[in-house]
């Protein structure tokens, strides 16, 4: 009986390890490095309960890989740009814990955002966005961003390239700004 349990509790382990998995990466990903394209407008050691902290992005049409050499007009694309905030308060119980925006928390007078992910939007050569994030609750907090890349939600198939331009805040060198709200 037990010889029977194990077979058939191995079996499906047996089958996984046959099945070809798709190693190789769909669509062509080109990253390269670009600082500054996030602006922290009024950066501050120490901000007001119901100050505003605002964060612009501008990005151009056309850029230049130094890693490949290879010029990229991103209008050629049919991707749209954005950069994910990752917004964490300092708590006694957990370390840092991530907060959501919404459209409660936020302010957007250029762009769009979806969750924590501001979309930059095509205005002359030039992809931009400006948001706020409404200062709500008193705390130590951080903000983090990685990248603006490329994505397309309606892409079909893998034949396209997505793009990753590894950044920072414009004027800190840093990817992360932390910050007091009294």
Avoid at 13 to 24: G, H, L, N, V, Y
Avoid at 52 to 58: A, D, I
Avoid at 107 to 116: A, F, K, L, R, W
Wanted: glycine share 6%; aromatic share 14%; hydrophobic share 35%.
């Amino acid at each position: 009986m037990k010889k029977i349990v194990l077979l058939i509790v191995l079996i499906p382990f047996i089958f996984a390890f046959q099945c070809d998995s798709e190693t190789e990466p769909c669509g062509n990903f080109v990253e390269f490095q670009k600082p500054d394209l996030v602006t922290i407008e009024n950066p501050q050691e120490t901000y007001e309960l119901g100050d505003v902290l605002w964060l612009t992005s501008e990005v151009d049409r056309n850029q230049f890989s130094t890693e490949t050499g290879a010029s990229i007009d991103l209008f050629q694309s049919n991707n749209q740009l954005y950069y994910y905030i990752d917004l964490q308060k300092s708590s006694a119980y957990n370390g840092y814990f991530y907060l959501y925006l919404n459209e409660n928390t936020t302010i957007i007078e250029h762009g769009e955002m979806e969750s924590n992910n501001v979309i930059l939007v095509q205005e002359g050569n030039y992809f931009k966005s400006k948001i706020g994030i409404k200062l709500l609750e008193p705390g130590t907090y951080s903000i983090n961003i990685y990248n603006i890349a490329s994505f397309n939600p309606n892409q079909v198939g893998c034949n396209f390239t997505a793009y990753s331009m590894i950044t920072d805040f414009n004027g800190l060198d840093s990817n992360l700004f932390t910050f007091e709200v009294n």
